[in-house]
């Protein structure tokens, strides 16, 4: 079992920075694949990043690409998300998520531990 737990959101204005993070304790964070979702209010999860234990190429949905980073440290079991040039559609609750494959994908459904979520808010 892996628990996750984000931190970093907060409610800043258009164009403004935020770094959200995630820490996971119990078994090993190195051989999971590990990722970023998002849930707007009346819209479903969707993608932002993810990135493979290997630390390889990350993935980006293409409303993020250029503005978001991910990046993982193995070491001190740790995920982090720099949101750079946010916008008030980046608003939404921020998941971070694992799955014990090696693989990156987008379906939210194949990832098998998440987070509690944590609320990122732009304002225009």
Do not use: H
Not at 16 to 27: D, F, I, P, Q
Not at 31 to 51: C, D, H, L, M, N
Not at 93 to 121: E, I, K, L, N
Request: hydrophobic share 35%.
């Amino acid at each position: 079992q892996v628990q996750l737990v984000e931190s970093g959101g907060g409610l800043v204005q258009a164009g403004a920075s935020l770094r959200l993070s995630c820490t996971a304790s119990g078994r090993t964070f190195n051989f999971y694949t590990v990722g970023w979702f998002r849930q707007a209010p009346g819209k479903e999860r969707e993608i932002v990043s993810a990135v493979s234990w290997s630390a390889g190429t990350p993935y980006y949905a293409d409303s993020v690409k250029g503005r978001f980073t991910i990046s993982r440290d193995n070491a001190k079991n740790t995920l982090n998300l720099q949101m750079n040039s946010l916008k008030p559609e980046d608003t939404a609750v921020y998941y971070c998520a694992a799955r014990s494959d090696w693989r990156v994908v987008a379906d939210g459904g194949r990832y098998d531990f998440w987070g509690p979520g944590t609320q990122v808010t732009v304002s225009s």
